[in-house]
């Protein structure tokens, strides 16, 4: 198990536009050969937008985007006709395929905090393709089939546990609360890397505590 505290995460963003941004892994001008993927995630980056602030039309390809909004509402909209507001609780995917444009913006009248995880397709091309499930479910893990890949939410009381799936790699991100992990405290904004995990428990110190959890096979 890798751990990767929230501090240690690269600064980026533009503070000036009210926008800041920390990038887990080698991102633009912070490249770190050895931070490049883990698993089929090649980016988690946690934005902060103030109320007006937000992301100019710009181009991706060959990635899927799934965004975890933690407070405020983010509007979103792409080169594909949508426009959407997504919220707390809802989880968006933006399969950016042979390439789309989009904007994310904070409309509000109160910051936004989000986190957007970039996972790399098993195979390139296609064509793009949106979603946005509205109030994740604990209970109902989000496949990605295309980055070979599935999203689990918990949302834990204190001294509740959940186990962390068996695979060949699983990425943990501790979205807010506290949680044990394999004997490590982990807080809001940590993450931690598992390969080939057995038997692994979490277990909510603080309440509420929310985890993301990426569970992905061998590539």
Do not use: K
Request: glycine share 10%; net charge negative.
């Amino acid at each position: 198990m890798d751990v990767r505290r929230a501090h240690e995460r690269y600064r980026g963003g533009d503070r000036a536009a009210g926008i800041e941004t920390r990038h887990a892994f080698s991102f633009g001008p912070h490249y770190d050969p050895d931070n490049l993927r883990f698993g089929a995630v090649v980016a988690c980056n946690e934005e902060r937008l103030a109320p007006g602030a937000g992301f100019d039309e710009h181009p991706h390809s060959h990635t899927e985007i799934v965004t975890w909004v933690v407070e405020g509402e983010l509007t979103h909209r792409d080169s594909t006709g949508r426009e959407t507001v997504v919220r707390p609780g809802d989880l968006q995917r933006l399969s950016a395929a042979s390439g789309v444009r989009h904007v994310e913006r904070n409309a509000g009248d109160r910051p936004l905090t989000f986190l957007q995880m970039w996972l790399a397709p098993l195979e390139p091309g296609g064509d793009p393709a949106y979603e946005v499930v509205r109030g994740m479910a604990d209970s109902t893990p989000y496949a990605l089939p295309q980055a070979g890949a599935m999203l689990h939410v918990r949302r834990l009381a204190a001294g509740e546990r959940t186990a962390v799936p068996d695979a060949a790699h699983v990425y943990v991100h501790v979205v807010r609360g506290g949680v044990r992990l394999d004997g490590e405290d982990l807080g809001p904004g940590d993450a931690a890397r598992l390969t080939d995990p057995e038997g692994v428990e979490a277990v909510a110190a603080t309440a509420p505590a929310e985890l993301l959890l990426w569970e992905m096979r061998a590539r």
